[in-house]
């Protein structure tokens, strides 16, 4: 049991440690004119080059966690729900 709490506590640490840099020029979302679209609106400013994000809670109990992102500035903190399926870590959010 000890070893399987610590197992936990690191995999925690672990997602703590990981940051995201994303530059907003390299959007691909399958459709050439959307890109277009959304990299000339929404990523126009300076202040939008890249995308930032990293993790700043993990509950392993009900296998959540907190995504903290800033785009253009702006921080939000986004709720996403995780799961580990052969060695793959995948988180996911519900936008809308």
Known sequence: MNKLLFNLRRLSDFLKSVTVSIESASLESKNPVR???????????????AIKGFIVKVDETVK?????????????????????????????????
């Open 35 to 49: 890109n277009t679209n959304i990299t000339s609106t929404l990523f126009m400013l300076r202040s939008s080059k």
């Open 64 to 96: 959540s966690l907190t995504l903290q992102i800033t785009m253009n500035e702006v921080t939000h903190n986004v709720p996403m729900s995780y799961s580990i399926e052969n060695g793959v870590i995948s988180a996911k959010n519900q936008l809308f």
